[in-house]
Structure formats: structure tokens, C-alpha cells
């Protein structure tokens, strides 16, 4: 594993982390807001870690489809665990259906594109995370997340992590060998 691929898988989870929180941080509020932050969470860590699993198992996309629903169903399910259960089924069923459509997305990316479509999805997801955090309006007990409601702040964040991700010059190696050989089904001799 690229030292790239292992600072996405950080930064991903501590994007996970941050929609944790504020779910936590806003469980009492409408029952509506918190399944739809679940679901958000849900929806995009399928999306992320299903398409990462499409890439790196290029090939094998049944492999890569289990594994994108499971890591989808798990995170969803821990984000909705601080409230009601059917909010936990909300991110269940949320996060199956982005890593499917993960698992497709990396599966069927063409080679030599696979940072760019990660540092998309990635800023897609953290933007999708700012907008929730503006979705709850009661006030915060926690700091972090008063900080993140100010659209400027937000905006800035968002473009510090883009500038960051601008800086890491590859999450997947350039790989030997030859890639068509992955996706064909029939070889000809």
C-alpha cells in the first residue's frame, strides 16, 4: 500500500468520525435531520471504500462488491447507532447501496484516473458532511462543529484539504505490466 492510499484511508476515516460526532452531537434533535446525516454518512462512506475496493481489486468485482456493501453497512450502521434503529437501518441500508455503486465506479474506472476520481469523491463527501452540520440549528456543545457552521470556515476547509490532496502526488503506483489484461474476459492467443 502507497503511503497516498494510506493517508486517504485516514483522512476517510476521519471524515467518518467528524459525521460520528455531529450525528452524537445532535441525536435530540428532529428524528428526520439524524436519519438523513446517517444516511449521508452512509451513503458516501459506501462510496468512497467501494470504489477504492473496485480499484484495488480490479478484476475480481464480485470481491470487491462484498467488501464495499460491508464496509458501507458497517459505517452506516455505526453512524446510526446513536439514535433510534430505524435511523441504523437508514445507514445500513444507505451505505449497501454506495458500495455497490462504489464497487462499479472503481471497477469500471479507466487506468491511470484512480486519483483523481478519489480526491473527487472525497471532496464530494466532506462537502456533503458541511452541509449536514448546517442542517442541525440548535446550539452545539461542541466547538469543533459551531466552528464548522460558518460558511467561510467551511469554505476554507474545503479548500485546504483540495490544496492537500493536490500536494500527495499519487495514492495508486504505476502498476507493471499490463492493465487491459485485468478486464479482459476472453485472452487470446
Not at 10 to 28: D, G, H, K
Not at 34 to 44: F, K
Not at 91 to 96: D, E, I, Q
Not at 164 to 177: D, I, K, L
Amino acid at each position: 500500500m502507497s503511503t497516498g492510499l494510506l493517508l486517504f484511508f485516514v483522512s476517510s476515516t476521519f471524515l467518518f468520525i467528524c459525521y460520528y460526532v455531529v450525528i452524537v452531537q445532535n441525536r435530540e434533535q428532529s428524528q428526520m435531520s439524524v436519519m438523513m446525516a446517517a444516511m449521508a454518512g452512509g451513503m458516501t462512506a459506501g462510496l468512497l471504500f467501494g470504489t477504492i475496493m473496485g480499484l484495488l481489486l480490479r478484476g475480481d468485482f464480485v470481491q470487491s462488491t462484498i467488501l464495499g456493501i460491508v464496509i458501507g453497512m458497517t459505517i452506516g450502521a455505526f453512524l446510526g447507532l446513536p439514535s433510534q434503529l430505524i435511523t441504523t437501518i437508514e445507514g445500513m441500508l444507505a451505505g449497501l447501496m454506495g458500495g455497490m455503486m462504489g464497487a462499479m465506479v472503481g471497477e469500471m474506472s479507466p487506468v491511470g484516473q484512480e486519483d483523481s476520481l478519489l480526491k473527487f469523491l472525497f471532496m464530494m463527501s466532506l462537502i456533503v458532511l458541511l452541509f449536514t452540520v448546517r442542517l442541525f440549528h440548535a446550539p452545539s456543545k461542541s466547538l469543533f462543529i459551531t466552528f464548522l457552521r460558518n460558511p467561510l470556515i467551511a469554505l476554507l476547509l474545503v479548500l485546504f484539504v483540495f490544496l492537500a490532496f493536490e500536494q500527495v502526488t499519487t495514492f495508486f503506483p504505476e502498476e507493471q505490466g499490463d492493465p487491459i489484461q485485468h478486464h479482459s474476459v476472453l485472452r487470446f492467443r
